[in-house]
């Protein structure tokens, strides 16, 4: 049963343009939301963060907004550039989970020049 | 900078044979982690270690086991290794029991199980 779900495994935007990375999650006990992101032959790097207090967190290009009703968050990216081209994992936690993190699938972006 | 090394980046092993996997973490982090990386599949967690010699499951533990030792090492272990453990293996740590302070990985070791 997958708890965090990313449905778009891809997407593509040009150099310039705002890029929106999807998560959705099932399990109402998560109350802490990160983003990662991996290049290839590397590890996932730590992007931005939220907690269920609020609605939205920024940092420089990047914001994370997250819609406790809906059960959605989304992480944008503005401006793209290409060297954002990278897979993003969404991932999850409980606040009685201790750290223990539950990952969604991954979205491979891909910012064209 | 936190640095997170595993000892490997690539390995091919056979059926049956016994596999340790070594990560090391330069940070004096009290938590540990094991996660497996697959297609379509994202990071799962094996198995994790809030302080020396403690560990606890994950959320796909079976053919696994861990060790912690030394509060820098945490070692994952494949007991009898089987085709179906074929994945990108990443370790990770972090600092105290704050939630907010976010994993760091290594760059991961490549498993093959012939």
């Known amino acids: 049963d997958q708890q965090v779900k990313q449905n778009s495994p891809s997407l593509s935007v040009q150099e310039g343009r705002i890029s929106i990375l999807n998560c959705d999650y099932t399990?109402?006990?998560?109350?802490?939301f990160l983003w990662y992101k991996k290049y290839p032959a590397e590890g996932p790097t730590f992007l931005i963060s939220?907690?269920?207090?609020?609605d939205k967190n920024e940092d420089g290009r990047f914001t994370v907004f997250l819609n406790k009703s809906a059960k959605h968050l989304s992480l944008h990216i503005v401006p793209s550039q290409p060297g954002d081209s990278a897979v993003y994992f969404c991932?999850?936690?409980?606040?009685?989970?201790?750290?223990?993190?539950?990952f969604g699938t991954g979205t491979r972006l891909l910012v064209s020049p | 900078d936190v640095k997170v090394t595993q000892s490997s980046r690539y390995l091919v092993k056979r059926t049956g044979e016994k596999v340790f996997l070594e990560c090391v973490q330069d940070?004096?982090?009290?938590?540990m982690f094991w996660y497996r990386q697959d297609p379509g599949l994202g990071l799962r967690l094996i198995y994790f270690?809030?302080?020396?010699?403690?560990?606890e499951k994950g959320d796909i533990p079976e053919g696994y086991s861990v060790s912690r030792e030394k509060k820098e090492r945490f070692s994952l272990i494949l007991e009898s290794a089987s085709t179906n453990q074929t994945s990108m293996y990443l370790c990770?740590?972090?600092?105290?029991?704050?939630?907010?302070?976010?994993?760091?990985f290594g760059d991961g070791t490549r498993l093959s199980i012939l």
């Open positions: 990770a740590s972090s600092l105290g029991q704050m939630r907010n302070q976010p994993q760091h």
């Open positions: 399990n109402s006990m998560f109350d802490y």
């Open positions: 939220i907690s269920s207090i609020k």
């Open positions: 991932a999850a936690s409980r606040l009685t989970g201790f750290q223990k993190l539950v």
């Open positions: 940070m004096d982090h009290e938590n």
């Open positions: 270690s809030y302080d020396v010699k403690m560990k």
